[in-house]
């Protein structure tokens, strides 16, 4: 038994009528649902607003967003419009970010195996800054740069030894990691000391060092002990930069709670100043999840109900792990709701899965809904703005949704559905 749907999980600018029909940027989810279909990833555009400019206030200039938790052209140039500048980690991101008219120097290259080509096409653009994550990128760097008469600002990243609380696949700061140059191992100082020589040599422009410890990390205590490590790194090296990373944390179900962007910004820079750091250094950091996951909701449309006596219901909705993979690589939860209702108590036991043809694809494993649940709603699920549609599969060949921006009364089709004759793009024969 649960209550209702915790209100805060909703988008900002969510409203309930009289009647307990859900409208988030003045469009009412079931005219959504009817007009674009569903799946369907609906986007509060004031909230990914709201949240983007209180990131620079916070961060200040150069503050980045991490664009693989979500990118398309109007979400790369939402972001740039409000002040971001836009963290790439492939080639493909970076397309997508040029395209959407992203200035090239407000651009940061990341990736822990950057192609010559991805390097090649990032030095003769003019990104903004490169993290270097390797000795090879920095063999390549040096062949690289001078050939395409570029000297590029790079930062070493660094993998300072910190286990975040978080799950163990986003775990990025710890000594075992495919990321970065560990400081444990003194590969830190050897990669800082080479790029140091690269910079004498006029290669390259070593202006900070980089680090990023972890995904979904809710308490401030963990950006506090690393912010505390990374200052004493980073303050005898002299570098004028320094970025802390992402991995601010969201609330996804009742009872979790996150800290806001300006405290976790707050207790960074505190501890990094306590910790010795010159406050002259341009410390900044590059969100993610914080910025949008909590701007979106998916509506689905319930297709089958499959009460198993004794042992479970399971509710079939048209998407799943396509859309949504979160809940089977991490074990992810999430809360749902039914828009045409959305403050009903929640007394039904269920678990909300997909189309797909695997027992795992599962999208809610413990979910509860309204007990006239019925064939033919539409259910909704918070909170899925990051890392949804971007991880999104066609597996089973299921066409990947669309995304609609709402803001004022009115939506906007910024992606649209994936056809089905886009499923035979590629082939060939
Ligand atoms: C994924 C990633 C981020 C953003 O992480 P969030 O948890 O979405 O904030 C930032 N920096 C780097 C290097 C990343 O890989």
Known sequence: MAGPLPRHLLPDTAEVGADGRCSIGGCDLLDLAALFGTPLFVYDEAQLRARCREAVAAWGDGVAYATKAFLCVAMARL??????????????ELHVSLAAGVPPDRLVLHGNNKSEAE??????????RIVVDSFDEIERLERIAPAVGARPR???????????????FVRTGQDDSKFGFTVATGLADEAVERLRRLDRAGIVELVGIHAHIGSNVFTLRSFEEAARVLAALASPLGLPELVVGGGLGVPYVQGEE?????????VTRDALVAGGLDPAVRVTAEPGRALVAGAAVTLYTVGTIKPLPGIRT??????????NPRPVLYGSGYESFLPRSTDAERPVAVRVVGK??????????????????????????????????????????VTRPPVVFVAGGTPRLVVRRETLDDLLAQDVC
């Open 258 to 266: 996150a800290p806001s962007i300006a405290s976790w910004a707050k």
């Open 79 to 92: 972001a740039t419009e409000e002040g971001m500048h836009l963290d790439v980690s492939t080639g493909g």
């Open 119 to 128: 390097l090649r096409a990032a030095l003769s653009l003019g990104v903004g």
């Open 314 to 323: 399971y509710v079939a909705v048209d998407g799943g792990m396509s859309d």
């Open 154 to 168: 790079v930062l070493a990243r660094i993998t300072p030894g910190i286990e975040a609380h978080t799950h163990e």
């Open 356 to 397: 797909h043809c695997e027992s795992g694809d599962v999208l809610v494993a413990s979910a509860f809904v309204p007990d006239d649940l019925a064939v033919g709603d539409v259910l909704a699920t918070p909170v899925t703005g990051a890392y949804g549609h971007s991880m999104a599969s066609t597996y089973n060949k």
